[in-house]
């Protein structure tokens, strides 16, 4: 598809700060943060070129909104260090963030977004070398635009990280911000005394239990980035096979699709004793409505509450099962791990877990899951991803994406609405080389490659 063999020339760099000056203090990450791993997440939005503007004065406009929106969302601009007990916290101290220009001498609609690790990973989304957030602007050779972002996890999750874009496209439109956020870590206090269920212990370990890391993968365990979308109709699809005859009720798209993607991934594992391995499924929660559950006051607490709030609970199964079984059973399977962990007090267990072991630090179980036992994914829905509302007064973006090779051993899929067609979906996938390459063979009709045709970027020029 080519695409992919293209410079980007950065031409600036600077730091943009917060207008308006910060008084300059400790903010402690809540228990929930300290469960992330040290890893940044990248998100991109390319947009076609506007009729009536500069490269030079969107430069302009995304500097100026990013200096405004930083006063609300000071984390953004501080950085994160290690206290007298080892543990992260962020010093709000309005270092700024690390802002660059840049020249990609290609055309939006050559861009191979179909594989990531070609045309964005390294080039059009930033490596994060200071502080909780980087961005890079980037002009393309039809005048075109890629906005990035790379920010520090333990800081932000992708609810978090959506406000902010959000509004940051509503500050470079001089409109009132429709969400303030909210740090108010004592909303995720740990309970005196503390409880929790011994099934988190399954499902998170501290650092010192994990094995020592494996060597660097290569050949087919190696994991690799695409961009695929699927069409509402397979989706429906999907969601029908998915649904036994006895449920009283639909099983999700979310589920579906993972109980689809399970089946895959554990088809394509080929070791000798593969059958009897087993494939594990982890699902990204986002607790901010299971903490409220029917409390008016702190749901709409937890609707701004800026950080971390997620769990990721997951399934097992044996290798043999996922192929044998119908999609129905598998997406049962997955329905019945999420039933417990979409619960207030699992949430208010796991702060308590994490505050029983610090400060050793914690991680899930399922991020260090690798092929050594039997492949392991996440998905986290990106539904909710408001691609369309980052619009900085030049339109909407012809795509947004997040970007996440996020280090673990386990592969990563997220899906997010697509821009051009109500109910497709633009899925992200982190998955090792055998995997994608089964996916590929086997379910070409279902994941087909992100492409310049699908999301109408010939006329970008």
Same mark, same amino acid.
């Given at each position: 598809?080519?695409?992919?063999?293209?410079?980007?020339?950065? $031409?600036?760099?600077?730091?943009?700060?917060?207008?308006?000056?910060?008084?300059?203090?400790?903010?402690?990450?809540?228990?929930?943060?300290?469960?992330?791993?040290?890893?940044?997440?990248?998100?991109?939005?390319?947009?076609?070129?506007?009729?009536?503007?500069?490269?030079?004065?969107?430069?302009?406009?995304?500097?100026?909104?990013?200096?405004?929106?930083?006063?609300?969302?000071?984390?953004?601009?501080?950085?994160?260090?290690?206290?007298?007990?080892?543990?992260?916290?962020?010093?709000?101290?309005?270092?700024?963030?690390?802002?660059?220009?840049?020249?990609?001498?290609?055309?939006?609609?050559?861009?191979?977004?179909?594989?990531?690790?070609?045309?964005?990973?390294?080039?059009?989304?930033?490596?994060?070398?200071?502080?909780?957030?980087?961005?890079?602007?980037?002009?393309?050779?039809?005048?075109?635009?890629? &906005?990035?972002?790379?920010?520090?996890?333990?800081?932000?999750?992708?609810?978090? %990280?959506?406000?902010?874009?959000?509004?940051?496209?509503?500050?470079?439109?001089?409109?009132?911000?429709?969400?303030?956020?909210?740090?108010?870590?004592?909303?995720?206090?740990?309970?005196?005394?503390?409880?929790?269920?011994?099934?988190?212990?399954?499902?998170?370990?501290?650092?010192?239990?994990?094995?020592?890391?494996?060597?660097?993968?290569?050949?087919?365990?190696?994991?690799?980035?695409?961009?695929?979308?699927?069409?509402?109709?397979?989706?429906?699809?999907?969601?029908?096979?998915?649904?036994?005859?006895?449920?009283?009720?639909?099983?999700?798209?979310?589920?579906?699709?993972?109980?689809?993607?399970?089946?895959?991934?554990?088809? $394509?594992?080929?070791?000798?004793?593969?059958?009897?391995?087993?494939?594990?499924?982890?699902?990204?929660?986002?607790?901010?409505?299971?903490?409220?559950?029917?409390?008016?006051?702190?749901?709409?607490?937890?609707?701004?509450?800026?950080?971390?709030?997620?769990?990721?609970?997951?399934?097992?199964?044996?290798?043999?099962?996922?192929?044998?079984?119908?999609?129905?059973?598998?997406?049962?399977?997955?329905?019945?791990?999420?039933?417990?962990?979409?619960?207030?007090?699992?949430?208010?267990?796991?702060?308590?877990?994490?505050?029983?072991?610090?400060?050793?630090?914690?991680? %899930?179980?399922?991020?260090?899951?690798?092929?050594?036992?039997?492949?392991?994914?996440? &998905?986290?829905?990106?539904?909710?991803?408001?691609?369309?509302?980052?619009?900085?007064?030049?339109?909407?973006?012809?795509?947004?994406?997040?970007?996440?090779?996020?280090?673990?051993?386990?592969?990563?899929?997220?899906?997010?609405?697509?821009? &051009?067609?109500?109910?497709?979906?633009?899925?992200?996938?982190?998955?090792?080389?055998?995997?994608?390459?089964?996916?590929?063979?086997?379910?070409?009709?279902?994941?087909?490659?992100?492409?310049?045709?699908?999301?109408?970027?010939?006329?970008?020029?």
């Amino acid at each position: 598809m080519g695409g992919g063999d293209f410079t980007v020339t950065v $031409s600036r760099k600077e730091v943009v700060a917060a207008v308006l000056p910060v008084q300059e203090y400790w903010l402690p990450l809540s228990n929930l943060d300290l469960l992330l791993p040290p890893v940044d997440v990248g998100v991109f939005f390319c947009y076609k070129k506007p009729h009536d503007l500069t490269f030079g004065s969107m430069i302009g406009v995304l500097k100026e909104a990013l200096a405004q929106a930083l006063v609300s969302y000071y984390p953004f601009a501080g950085e994160v260090l290690s206290n007298s007990a080892g543990e992260p916290e962020l010093l709000c101290n309005n270092r700024g963030v690390d802002f660059m220009e840049a020249y990609a001498d290609v055309q939006l609609q050559n861009l191979n977004l179909y594989n990531p690790d070609e045309s964005i990973e390294s080039k059009l989304v930033p490596k994060k070398k200071h502080g909780v957030l980087s961005v890079q602007v980037t002009e393309l050779k039809c005048g075109g635009v890629v &906005v990035a972002c790379t920010f520090d996890h333990k800081i932000a999750d992708a609810y978090s %990280a959506n406000m902010f874009l959000v509004s940051w496209a509503e500050m470079a439109q001089s409109k009132p911000l429709l969400v303030l956020p909210s740090f108010r870590r004592s909303l995720l206090n740990a309970r005196r005394p503390g409880s929790y269920d011994p099934s988190l212990d399954g499902m998170y370990v501290p650092m010192s239990a994990l094995p020592p890391p494996k060597a660097p993968q290569s050949g087919d365990d190696l994991l690799i980035n695409r961009l695929y979308y699927v069409t509402a109709e397979q989706l429906s699809l999907l969601q029908s096979l998915a649904t036994s005859k006895s449920s009283p009720c639909k099983r999700t798209k979310l589920e579906s699709l993972s109980a689809f993607l399970w089946k895959m991934v554990a088809k $394509s594992a080929v070791t000798e004793d593969a059958n009897q391995k087993i494939c594990r499924i982890g699902t990204v929660v986002d607790g901010r409505k299971r903490l409220s559950s029917g409390d008016e006051v702190k749901a709409a607490m937890m609707a701004s509450y800026f950080g971390n709030v997620l769990s990721i609970p997951f399934g097992k199964k044996t290798i043999n099962e996922l192929k044998e079984k119908p999609l129905s059973w598998v997406a049962d399977a997955i329905h019945e791990y999420l039933e417990g962990a979409v619960t207030k007090e699992h949430f208010l267990g796991l702060i308590d877990w994490v505050e029983a072991h610090r400060p050793e630090p914690a991680l %899930a179980k399922i991020y260090s899951s690798g092929s050594r036992d039997g492949p392991a994914f996440v &998905v986290s829905s990106g539904q909710r991803f408001p691609a369309s509302r980052v619009d900085f007064g030049w339109g909407m973006p012809a795509l947004g994406s997040y970007h996440f090779p996020w280090g673990g051993e386990a592969g990563y899929v997220m899906p997010m609405p697509s821009p &051009v067609r109500d109910g497709d979906w633009v899925v992200y996938m982190h998955l090792s080389v055998g995997q994608i390459e089964w996916i590929e063979t086997e379910a070409a009709h279902i994941f087909r490659p992100l492409s310049s045709e699908y999301l109408n970027l010939s006329n970008s020029d």
